[in-house]
């Protein structure tokens, strides 16, 4: 197996390196031609005019004498050299008064150049190319002569040979020597990393293998990756089902009750998972928020039950709760308690809207957006997050409750509760991007929300980028330890682990094998639109948020029309867009914004009256946006920056009959997993304009291919493996703990 492998291995290498011998060689052999008769020319030039010198003067005397046999003979004997054919003398008439008998006899005085000067050409005569030289010989009175060389040039074609099959035979033996060297060197390679793997898979560790061949340094770091990657498929393995490992909320639930001893969860987030509101006439509605978060978490808090702890946002939120402020949710199959925090107007304004999405939001999200900070809404952060660290102690019923944190709005709150539930399991997740030090460096509490987040037992992001701006940040603004391979951060005997868990969706989807088939749907959202029969639909699906690349979705949709204007009258994008935060500027300005260029889009492509583009700027529940995630040929998302965008992977997830194709900016965290679709730079128009036109044309088998593959993705790393991630790493390092303290309390 091993020396298969290589031998594939070391193919991809000499296949190649064989191809570009052979074009080299191929290059080369004119180019060395061509060199060699240059040089054999002027050699032969050289040659001439000696012979000529050495000729000139016994020739002269002869001449002068007219000893005609002598003059014969005197040729004869300098036309005895191997190369010189023949040796002629003509007058300065014009006439061959002197030859050697195997002067050609095409040759004639008037083949020869002006008497006076010297010559030198290359002549094709019957019996083959040669060289015609010529030198002037000047006698006593002034008469002048001119003597012929001619030269055999036929050995210059041998030697050209000679040298083409030097030059061929030295790329081939060049091509077999490095083909060998390259298949053993692979060779070596391969075995040693198969012997490396094997060890480790065996318990005995990948160093040995690696340092025997000397390269230890080199690859460490991946060993170490490897190394993390092997001990957490093999726990993930041990917790899901034998015969699978896809994860479920059963095997969420085996994990609390094996691993964690069935400890008590509590979530914290701003947003609330169920929203109740009071419509017009008195009756109370409740309804799922527009939330990448509440769609990941709500379905592991079914699993898993305890509490959520949010803010009751709803106009008819305290209405619905009982004396302690709790609501069991969901409202038609009740599972987990949801117990909710009061904030005045004041403190909404100054911890929610003000520090989390004036301040943090803009600050982690590089959109083009200033962030601002004002002490007022700090203080107000401070205050709430210390009001939901008062509400995680009174929920806790022990003192090792596993808290969930969620989001940028709790920088504060692993610190406030680490420090009354020093034994607590404390993971925090982080929903959007983290910035570069020098960005983060910006927030004038930077040390402060630091520090607060190292209360945490692990610090998730999205991705190993995020991870990895976090490390710096730290590194750069705090006083700790950081220890790169196991990713861990020490301050004041606080170990704090970060590691990337790409956050996910629920799988298989709750709505799976209860839905009509594609067609139907398409057919029937058509027909609600107006639309006519057989039309070609996008879809988009945001929160009005500027960091989402709605704006330069519309743009790439003009632009699409405008190079393909086949498609105008045939295509409509329909756009989903979630009221958010609506109380700021910034986002009333952006509205005003989209709204704006929707009209004029539409003003300037709609026929007929079917519009190029539909904006829904409100609410919609989570079965009204997979009808339309069903009817879509195309779906865009083109945030400009974005943590990880689940909307990508609902999209996939709707997708049961392997069609359709997802448009995905290069700024999501979701582009590092779903590589089958159209990735796209929204900030270059024409690119996303030609993927939006790509999707729309793609073929059928294309579309499947694509599909198939990220439906794979998403059912196997779905967000109960994520959840699951997560605590087997708790529970880890609450293994390490007691361990520690069990050693401390022994010594
Ligand atoms: O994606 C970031 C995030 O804050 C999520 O945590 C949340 O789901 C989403 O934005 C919605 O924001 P908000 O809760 O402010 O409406």
């Known amino acids: 197996m091993y020396g298969f492998r290589s031998l594939k291995l070391s193919l991809r290498f000499v296949v190649p390196l064989v191809v570009t011998l052979g074009l080299l060689a191929f290059a080369v052999v004119p180019l060395v031609d061509k060199l060699n008769l240059h040089w054999f020319i002027r050699d032969m030039d050289i040659r001439s005019r000696l012979i000529a010198n050495t000729l000139h003067d016994p020739l002269v005397e002869l001449l002068q004498q007219g000893n005609k046999a002598k003059i014969n003979s005197l040729l004869l004997r300098y036309s005895r050299d191997e190369r010189l054919l023949a040796l002629g003398y ?20 008037s083949s020869a150049a002006d008497i006076n000067t010297e010559s030198s050409k290359i002549i094709q005569l019957p019996e083959g190319a040669v060289n015609l030289a010529t030198h002037p010989v000047v006698l006593e009175g002034g008469t002048a002569g001119l003597l012929i060389l001619v030269h055999d040039t036929s050995f210059m ?38 012997e490396g793997v094997r060890a480790m898979l065996k318990g005995e560790g990948l160093l040995k293998p690696f340092s025997v061949q000397g390269v230890n340094s080199e690859l460490q770091p991946l060993v170490s990756d490897l190394k993390t990657l092997m001990r957490s498929l093999d726990a993930e393995r041990r917790l899901a089902d034998d015969s699978s490992i896809t994860w479920s909320p059963e095997t969420l639930r085996k994990l609390l009750h094996k691993q964690l001893t069935g400890e008590k969860v509590i979530v914290v987030s701003n947003r609330e998972p169920y929203i109740h509101t009071k419509k017009e006439h008195g009756e109370i509605e409740v309804h799922r928020p527009a939330s990448g978060l509440v769609t990941a978490v709500e379905p592991v808090m079914r699993a898993c039950s305890g509490t959520w702890i949010a803010h009751g946002s709803g106009s008819a939120d305290r209405e619905t709760v009982d004396a302690n402020a709790r609501v069991m949710v969901p409202p038609d199959k009740p599972e987990y308690n949801l117990r909710r925090i009061w904030l005045t107007k004041e403190e909404e304004d100054g911890y929610y809207y003000g520090f989390s999405n004036e301040g943090f939001w803009p600050l982690c999200h590089i959109a083009h957006v200033r962030p601002v900070f004002r002490t007022s809404d700090w203080e107000q952060y401070v205050k709430i997050n210390q009001r939901f660290a008062d509400a995680v102690i009174a929920e806790a019923d022990s003192e090792n409750p596993i808290v969930l944190v969620q989001d940028y709005h709790f920088a504060l709150l692993p610190g406030m509760i680490r420090r009354l539930l020093p034994k607590a399991i404390i993971i925090t997740f982080w929903h959007i991007p983290w910035p570069n030090p020098e960005s983060f460096g910006i927030c004038p509490w ?125 295509f409509t994008f329909i756009q989903i867009a979630a009221p958010s935060r609506s109380a700021l500027e910034e986002y009333q300005a952006f509205e005003a914004r989209l709204r704006g260029l929707d009209k004029r889009i539409n003003q300037r492509f709609s026929r007929d009256g079917v519009p190029v583009i539909i904006l829904k700027a409100e609410h919609h529940e989570s079965d009204q946006v997979n ?12 945030s400009l920056h974005d943590g990880m965008n689940l909307v990508a992977k609902e999209f996939v997830a709707s997708r049961d009959d392997e069609r359709g194709v997802l448009v995905l900016s290069q ?11 159209l990735i796209v730079n929204p900030y270059h128009v024409e690119q996303t304009a030609e993927a939006l036109y790509h999707g729309l044309t793609m073929p059928e088998y294309e579309q499947q291919e694509r599909m198939r593959s990220m439906r794979t993705q998403v059912r196997d790393f779905n967000v109960f493996r994520w959840a699951g991630r997560m605590l087997l790493d708790a529970a880890r390092v609450r293994q390490r703990e007691k361990l520690a303290a069990r050693i401390g309390r022994e010594s």
């Open 90 to 109: 003509c007058s300065d008439r014009g006439e061959l008064l002197y030859r050697t008998p195997t002067f050609p006899k095409s040759i004639s005085c």
């Open 157 to 194: 074609e041998r030697r050209s040979a000679d040298t083409r099959h030097y030059i061929i035979l030295l790329f081939i033996v060049l091509g077999i020597v490095t083909s060998l060297v390259t298949v053993f060197v692979a060779h070596l390679s391969w075995r040693g990393w198969m």
């Open 446 to 570: 930077r040390e402060e929300l630091l520090k607060g987040m190292l209360g945490s037992t692990i610090i998730g992001f999205h991705t190993p980028y995020h991870c990895k701006n976090f490390l710096e940040t730290v590194d750069r603004y705090l006083e700790t330890r950081i220890e790169h391979e196991s990713s861990t951060i020490s301050r004041r005997g606080q170990l704090t682990m970060v590691e990337n868990y790409p956050i996910s969706i629920q799988w298989p989807p709750p709505w799976q094998g209860m839905v009509p088939p594609v067609e139907h749907t398409r057919s029937e959202i058509v027909a609600e639109l107006g639309l006519p029969e057989g039309h070609l639909l996008g879809i988009g699906v945001d929160r009005m948020d500027y960091t989402k690349g709605i704006l330069e979705r519309f743009n790439a949709v003009e632009r699409m029309l405008e190079l393909h204007p086949e498609l105008v009258g045939h």
């Open 627 to 638: 009808r339309y995630y069903r009817a879509a040929q195309v779906c865009m998302v083109t």
């Open 667 to 677: 700024f999501t965290g979701a582009a590092n997993e779903l590589y089958e679709a």
